[in-house]
């Protein structure tokens, strides 16, 4: 089965500018995930989506980053204006609404740069 | 915070068994050790996971001590392919809210 789909891969951005990533979860997973994930940490969650709503965005700086799933498929987030401590993998995954939740499924990531 | 405490990294030899530790000293009766893997420039991966019981899958064996305060994680015959972070989590049965810790380093060598 095709994985978790992410784009770009790698971004290069200003402070202040803005930019989105996608992503697109495993065909039939419910649930979707951002995570962000600093050099030398481990990943931290940012949002939690089940279908198209939200379940969980506590840990989302709604200040400047924003996340939709537009029909329970795909999602975009974005973050406007970025910060240079906005550098990071931006980590999409997805996980089955029934049964298997802790086995989530991780695409490769974009590694976002601000200068 | 990660409620996991793990060495930041080591080495092993290929072919030789891994055993990579992980502490969780506060883990509640109903909390699972969960393990994951994150090679360099992929996504994490889903490998094992335990409540009590020594488990073991194709990828490898999780030991957890009868006191279940720690836990090792055994990949029997490294491979170079191997080389990852290693992340051990405690959650309640079936989470969906994996937190991360920093995870160990393991760098397999020829």
């Known amino acids: 089965e095709a994985g978790v789909a992410q784009s770009p891969r790698y971004k290069i951005i200003e402070k202040r500018q803005s930019v989105a990533f996608w992503c697109n979860p495993i065909s039939g997973h419910a649930t979707l995930y951002w995570y962000q994930q600093i050099l030398g940490q481990g990943p931290k969650l940012l949002i939690q989506f089940q279908n198209n709503g939200v379940v969980d965005d506590s840990q989302l700086p709604k200040d400047r980053f924003s996340a939709e799933r537009l029909k329970g498929v795909d999602s975009t987030l974005k973050i406007q204006p970025a910060k240079l401590e906005d550098s990071a993998v931006y980590l999409c995954a997805s996980s089955l609404t029934r049964g298997v939740y802790y086995e989530q499924y991780f695409g490769p990531g974009t590694r976002l740069t601000v200068t | 915070d990660a409620k996991t405490t793990q060495p930041p990294s080591m080495d092993c030899a290929e072919g030789r068994a891994a055993n990579l530790p992980c502490n969780h000293s506060?883990?509640?009766?109903?909390?699972?050790v969960y393990w994951y893997r994150q090679i360099h420039s992929q996504g994490p991966q889903y490998i094992i996971h335990g409540l009590k019981n020594n488990e073991t899958n194709e990828m490898a064996s999780l030991i957890i001590t009868e006191d279940r305060k720690s836990s090792t994680l055994i990949l029997p015959h490294a491979t170079l392919r191997d080389t990852a972070v290693y992340y051990c989590i405690v959650g309640s049965y079936n989470t969906d809210k994996l937190i991360f810790g920093t995870g160990t380093r393991l760098q397999v060598f020829p």
């Open positions: 506060t883990i509640s009766g109903n909390e699972y």
